[in-house]
């Protein structure tokens, strides 16, 4: 068998022991942060659609937020005008995962628009429970934060 043969044979037994997936340095997935995006990718199919209110008051659900009503209006209002601003919707996809210790959740959310992205901010926050470990289920996280702007050099940083 030629050199080059060894090599094939060898990539083809490591494909098949990892299961068909090369491996390339890629973390495990966070289930946490799956729940989480499962959240909002709901939020913005219902922003997508026209349907700001409805989405905000589901996906704030339990949240402070809700109780600021004036500055939620503002929100649910500036949302409406996206199509408006930047075209009509045509996409999303999420750009940005990040756990900062074990109860804070940040995410970032690219919403491609026809004429213009726009990012979308989303932090969700859980209330740690003195002297216990965090617990595993993922219905305790809340929205304590959500935001978007046009500022896409920050999404290089």
């Not at 074990?102 to 628009?113: E, G, I, Q, S, T």
């Not at 859980?126 to 959500?146: A, F, L």
């Amino acid at each position: 068998m030629s050199w080059n043969r060894h090599i094939v044979v060898w990539v083809l037994v490591v494909v098949l022991l990892s299961g068909g997936r090369v491996s390339q340095g890629q973390e495990p997935a966070d289930p946490v942060i799956e729940a989480i995006n499962s959240r909002v990718t709901q939020f913005l199919e219902g922003v997508s659609m026209g349907q700001a209110q409805t989405a905000y008051q589901e996906f704030l659900a339990g949240s402070q937020l809700l109780k600021q009503t004036e500055a939620l209006k503002a929100l649910v209002d500036k949302t409406n005008q996206l199509e408006t601003k930047y075209g009509r919707y045509q996409a999303f996809e999420q750009v940005a995962a990040k756990r900062v210790g074990a109860d804070l959740v940040l995410l970032r959310y690219l919403y491609k628009c026809e004429n213009f992205p726009v990012v979308w901010y989303f932090t969700f926050y859980r209330t740690p429970k003195r002297g216990d470990p965090p617990p595993e289920d993922n219905n305790n996280w809340r929205v304590i934060s959500v935001r978007f702007d046009t500022r896409l050099e920050l999404l290089g940083l």
